[in-house]
């Protein structure tokens, strides 16, 4: 099977281990993003899934080809992996034409020449940059070079692709059309792909799985669905959406003090509510108001849409779904 | 009380009024412009007037007599050969070393940056004294090879063309060396990792993606070895022309001491030209800007190449740095060159001689101190004026002043004292034969070189700053020296250090331009020799040298950390 198998994996710079005791698995074709905040390791992972970077310790394999086994000693150079890797700050080369970005791993494979240019015929379609072939790095506009770099680690025919926040440079509007445009990739191609993000809104556009990592381990990893529903810990629950964390006994004086996540929209105000609170701020949102609504020692925040309610007024709610942690 | 601020205001505003305020700017552009007439513009004017111009008739005749003189076309080929021979050797050397030095593992990096440090210091004159030492009959390597073989034959000559390229070659490469490995510490780690993702081994990563990001870099420092090597005359004169080989700058040379006059405009005309259009030509180069994004630098790691990387730079700064300074230093202590190295022939009479007891040294000495301050200093605060219009008024009289500020850099020294010479050589103006000849000539060398080292400084100025304190009233020349001077001081400080520097070991002007009373080191380094007196004591006088240049370019190197001068100057 063409899986990525990342076993009991540690990376150390110097003193400080950043990676600690790791597994991973990629499946097939799948799209695998790995969410965490800034300095958690997502970067050094790659490295060492890509050879840039030689861990201390553990086993990393592809299908049959092993990359890295710390016991049998096998440490497979960066160039014979094969992985497409594309980096945030786009890594195209500025003294070459898109086209010579682009060609070459082929010419690195001595490829004739007529079927390069069909190869690069075609990616420069699916990337939708077709007019841009003989245009320098430098005059193009962040999201296109992003895509000539993925483009460009495409046509190596990789076993598998990182991204490491690839789209972290490029502004809102655009970045959802990529996203769109690697996930078609991702399907189109069957390429397994790691993608790495510290934004959830990419993670949730483009996943099949996440997973989240936090001080160089892993703290959950589920669908999409499951982390946001079911998050495991105050850290996932913080770091996807919103979310009140409050202690069980808020509610409930009876049951002991385990810690419940609560979605702000999974709050709802009600004249029969069972909770009774009184708003004590509310800041305009666009699509929705935010109220902040202290109850008991605690303060939740409600997610909703109409506004009639006024600060100081005392009001009744629901919870309709919550989380033990 | 607010009627009194008011009052106060008013008072204020009415003594710097606006209209003083720009008279006074319009007299101090004229002033600098005036200047830059003067010492730049009718020098230069009067050597493309002395070509065509005699007996008050215009003539082609120079311009025929040169061209159809096959001696003309012989410099001309030798001084292509020597650009050639150094641009071969300098380039390949300075980037290697740059290489080694930005792009590897390499333990001992920073000693590399000290030595080539060290040869840069070291002025292309002083080099070439000191090959002549090693390399004459009679020299050091002779000698060695004696005591190896007594019986053998040496017919070696240290005067060829090929030795001129090889000293100047070993003079020029730390300028490559400079400029490669800036360029090198621009590339971004993760051009280099893409290209090994990609399967690129170290091989075709350094020769695809590592060099080829420092071709622009590689092109305009070319371009700059080639105008220093063509403009190069004491090297040349010392090494090339004893043998009768002339290359363009001394056929200048022989034809001053011909008296032909047409011939030396026609002549200097031609140097000028070529040096413009290479310097042109090198403006021209497109840098696709490479940009380190994330601050980290991929070093290759030698491995088995380690020990022969050893090997290599060991010779190599033997050669370049470690000989030349050893054969000079003991030269120096000799008694009289050529006397064997033993206990008995050595002295320290020969620094008391040039320090303490010849009046000609000392008068040279102190004539370079005065000319060095004095016009390091007037260029400086020329340049400050310039570069104050351009930055703040940019009207185009004011940029035009910049370019033709700018003019001498590409300009031979030689052309400049020979335009000085027929610019200063006639009533009313007669300072031929002054030390003032000197001086200002040398105030035209320095002022394109402080700009070099201020104009990065100026540009990053916002220009509000001067708004704000011209709706505070505060006058021109208090904005000027009080505002504007002090953000560019290390620029200027550090220009004006060089510029002393190279009135330290200036030849081509002050060799043409001095008379008895004007003499500088340079002449002295260069006509020593021939007062009678050895190789010892030239060897002395370059060991003193150096050591002024490694002081002072270490001061400069401390100054200019943090702001970037990416040219630097040799000579
Ligand atoms: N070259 C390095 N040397 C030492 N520490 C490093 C280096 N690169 C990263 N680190 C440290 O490793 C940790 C993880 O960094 P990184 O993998 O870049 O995080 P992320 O990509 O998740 O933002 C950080 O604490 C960072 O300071
Ligand atoms: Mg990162």
């Known amino acids: ?325 | 009380m607010k009627n009194n601020l008011k009052n106060n205001t008013v008072k204020f505003l009415n003594k710097n009024s606006r209209k003083l305020s720009y008279s006074n700017s319009s007299l101090i552009f004229l002033f600098t412009a005036l200047v830059v007439l003067i010492i730049i513009v009718f020098p230069l004017v009067y050597i493309i007037k002395i070509s065509v111009i005699k007996d008050g008739r215009i003539f082609f005749d120079g311009y025929i007599e040169v061209f159809k003189d096959v001696k003309t076309y012989r410099a001309l080929k030798n001084t292509v050969i020597l650009v050639l021979g150094v641009l071969a050797m300098s380039v390949p050397i300075g980037t290697i070393l740059a290489f080694i030095r930005n792009k590897t593992d390499y333990k001992y990096n920073k000693a590399i940056d000290y030595f080539v440090f060290i040869n840069f210091c070291i002025p292309s004159y002083v080099l070439s004294v000191a090959w002549i030492e090693c390399i004459s009959r009679g020299g050091f390597l002779h000698r060695i090879l004696k005591m190896i073989l007594p019986t053998i034959k040496y017919d070696i000559s240290p005067y060829s063309l090929t030795a001129a390229i090889i000293v100047l070659s070993i003079h020029l490469y730390p300028l490559v060396y400079f400029a490669v490995g800036s360029g090198l510490k621009q590339i971004s780690d993760i051009l280099e990792k893409t290209s090994f993702l990609l399967g690129g081994s170290k091989r075709k990563t350094i020769l695809g993606i590592t060099i080829p990001l420092v071709y622009p870099t590689l092109i305009s420092i070319g371009f700059l070895v080639f105008t220093r090597t063509i403009a190069n005359f004491g090297v040349v004169s010392n090494l090339v022309l004893p043998i009768g080989t002339e290359v363009l700058t001394t056929r200048i040379f022989q034809a001053i001491s011909e008296l032909n006059l047409t011939v030396v405009a026609v002549l200097s005309i031609l140097l000028m030209v070529i040096s413009l259009a290479v310097f042109k030509i090198s403006k021209r180069v497109k840098y696709k800007e490479i940009e380190n994004t994330n601050n980290t630098i991929y070093y290759y790691a030698l491995g088995k190449y380690r020990i022969g990387v050893n090997i290599m730079l060991s010779i190599f700064f033997s050669i370049a740095l470690f000989i030349p300074l050893v054969t000079l230093l003991i030269s120096s202590f000799l008694k009289r060159w050529g006397l064997p190295i033993e206990m008995e022939y050595l002295t320290l009479n020969n620094y008391k001689y040039i320090l303490f007891e010849s009046e000609v040294t000392k008068r040279a000495f102190a004539n370079s101190i005065f000319f060095g301050i004095f016009s390091a200093t007037s260029a400086v605060i020329i340049t400050l004026f310039i570069l104050y219009f351009k930055k703040h008024n940019n009207r185009l009289k004011d940029k035009l002043l910049f370019s033709i500020s700018n003019l001498p850099l590409s300009m031979p020294n030689i052309v400049l004292a020979i335009g000085a010479t027929f610019a200063w050589i006639n009533p009313p103006f007669k300072l031929y034969g002054t030390k003032w000849i000197i001086i200002i000539t040398y105030i035209a060398l320095f002022i394109p070189i402080v700009l070099k080292h201020a104009s990065g400084l100026s540009s990053n100025i916002s220009l509000s700053i001067d708004d704000s304190a011209k709706t505070l009233g505060v006058p021109l020349i208090k904005r000027i020296f009080v505002l504007y001077m002090p953000q560019i001081f290390s620029g200027l400080l550090s220009g004006w250090i060089i510029c002393f520097l190279i009135s330290l070991r200036e030849i081509p002007i002050s060799l043409l331009l001095y008379r008895k009373g004007t003499e500088t080191i340079g002449v002295m380094l260069f006509m020593i020799q021939s007062n009678s007196y050895g190789l010892e004591t030239t060897s002395t006088l370059a060991v003193i040298v150096i050591i002024f240049s490694v002081i002072g370019n270490v001061l400069v190197k401390k100054i200019v950390k943090g702001n970037s001068v990416n040219e630097r100057i040799s000579d």
């Open chain 1, 1 to 325: 099977m063409k899986e990525l198998v990342i076993k009991n994996l540690k990376i150390e710079y110097g003193k400080n281990t950043i990676i600690n005791n790791l597994d991973l698995h990629v499946k097939k074709d799948e799209l695998l993003v790995i969410l965490g905040p800034s300095g958690c390791g997502k970067s050094t992972l790659l490295s060492g899934v890509s050879g840039l970077l030689k861990p201390t310790n553990g086993y990393i394999s592809f299908g049959e080809r092993i990359f890295f086994d710390s016991e049998k000693k096998i440490n497979m150079i960066t160039e014979k992996r094969e992985i497409g890797f594309v980096f945030q700050d786009y890594s195209l080369w500025p003294h070459m034409t898109v086209k010579d970005n682009i060609i070459y791993p082929l010419k690195l494979k001595k490829i004739e020449k007529t079927k390069i240019n069909l190869i690069l015929d075609d990616i420069l379609k699916d990337i939708e940059l077709s007019d841009k072939k003989d245009v320098y790095p430098n005059n193009l506009s962040g999201g296109e070079k992003q895509r000539i770099a993925i483009a460009r680690s495409l046509v190596m025919n990789p076993s598998f692709m990182c991204l490491d926040e690839p789209l972290s440079n490029i502004d809102p509007i655009l970045k959802m059309r990529l996203l769109k445009l690697i996930k078609k990739i991702q399907i189109e191609y069957k390429i397994p792909m790691i993608y790495v993000t510290h934004d959830q809104h990419e993670a949730f556009e483009i996943a099949d799985r996440i997973l989240i990592m936090d001080k160089g381990e892993i703290i959950q990893s589920g669908l999409p669905e499951e982390i946001y529903n079911e998050p495991n810990s105050a850290f996932v629950a913080k770091f996807i959406g919103r979310s009140n964390i409050v202690s069980e006994n808020v509610f409930d004086r009876k049951k002991n003090c385990k810690r419940l996540v609560i979605r702000p929209e999974d709050i709802e105000i009600s004249e029969k509510g069972k909770y009774v609170g009184f708003v004590k701020k509310k800041i305009f949102r666009g699509s929705f108001v935010e109220m902040h609504i202290k109850y008991n020692r605690e303060t939740l925040i409600i997610h909703v849409n109409n506004d009639k309610h006024f600060v100081g007024e005392e009001i009744r709610f629901n919870i309709n779904k919550s989380h033990v942690i």
